[in-house]
């Protein structure tokens, strides 16, 4: 199994990225923003407790998504691998993904992180909640909420992998297709050296 965790702050183009990456690579997407807002329009109890959050721009709670981040790992035993898009958020989450991971006899490969700045993300997602009918895209002090709540509580997982040495980061300013090929040549070394990171591609975080 080859599985890539896609990070970086609300709006860097995690999901975008997602989407050329599954073609290509023809791994499993795992977007927990997407599984709870699948929730959100079942109408389950779940979903409703995760809508007041996430229209906030918080975070639900990790028990919630590391459940059903189980349940997906359980649900795709037979797949190639999986491209995990927003999470993990937090520590707990990173060494529950690691857990979870462990039970099905893989890893994590690496973490590939998307950088852009504030005034960048603000007016994408300012842009996208034109479009997106989602209530967190279409406020800016919710946007800079959710950048806050990055900086606090997710930034800090880049660390994580940076002392697995699987952490790569990457300008997320520029083309789409551009930031692509730069995604696809790190994973296309990565495959190639058997998860050895490749050197030249790593840095050092400093969260
Ligand atoms: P998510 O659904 O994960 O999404 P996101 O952070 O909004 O954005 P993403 O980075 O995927 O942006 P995209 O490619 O679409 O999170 C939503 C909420 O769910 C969270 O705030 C939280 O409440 C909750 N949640 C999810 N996971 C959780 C977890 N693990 N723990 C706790 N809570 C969790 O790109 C954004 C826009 O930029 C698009 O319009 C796109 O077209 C544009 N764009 C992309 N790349 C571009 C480029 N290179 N140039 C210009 N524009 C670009």
Redesign the pocket.
């Known amino acids: 199994m080859h599985n890539i965790v896609l990070f970086?702050p609300?709006?860097?183009?995690?999901?975008?990225?997602s989407q050329k990456l599954i073609a290509k690579y023809h791994l499993v997407h795992l977007?927990?923003?997407?599984l709870?807002r699948a929730q959100i329009v079942e109408g389950t109890p779940l979903g409703l407790t995760a809508k007041k959050?996430?229209d906030e721009?918080?975070?639900?709670p990790?028990e919630v998504?590391i459940g059903m981040i189980g349940s997906a790992l359980h649900n795709n035993r037979q797949a190639a691998g999986f491209i995990f898009?927003?999470?993990?958020?937090?520590t707990t989450?990173a060494e529950s993904l690691d857990r979870l991971l462990a039970e099905h006899g893989t890893s994590v490969a690496c973490m590939i992180a998307l950088e852009v700045g504030e005034e960048e993300l603000v007016t994408?997602?300012l842009?996208?909640g034109k479009t997106s009918g989602r209530p967190?895209d279409q406020d800016e002090i919710r946007i800079r909420r959710?950048v806050t709540v990055y900086n606090t509580e997710t930034a800090q997982v880049a660390g994580y992998y940076a002392a697995q040495h699987k952490f790569h980061a990457l300008n997320?300013?520029?083309?789409?297709d551009a930031?692509f090929q730069h995604i696809s040549s790190i994973i296309d070394q990565h495959q190639a050296a058997g998860s050895e990171a490749p050197a030249a591609a790593t840095r050092e975080v400093k969260a």
Request: glycine letters at 24%; zero cysteines.
């Open positions: 970086g609300p709006g860097a183009g995690k999901g975008t990225q977007s927990t923003g997407d709870l959050l996430m721009g918080l975070l639900v990790d998504v898009d927003g999470f993990p958020r937090t989450q994408r997602l842009g996208r967190d959710r997320g300013i520029g083309e789409v930031i």
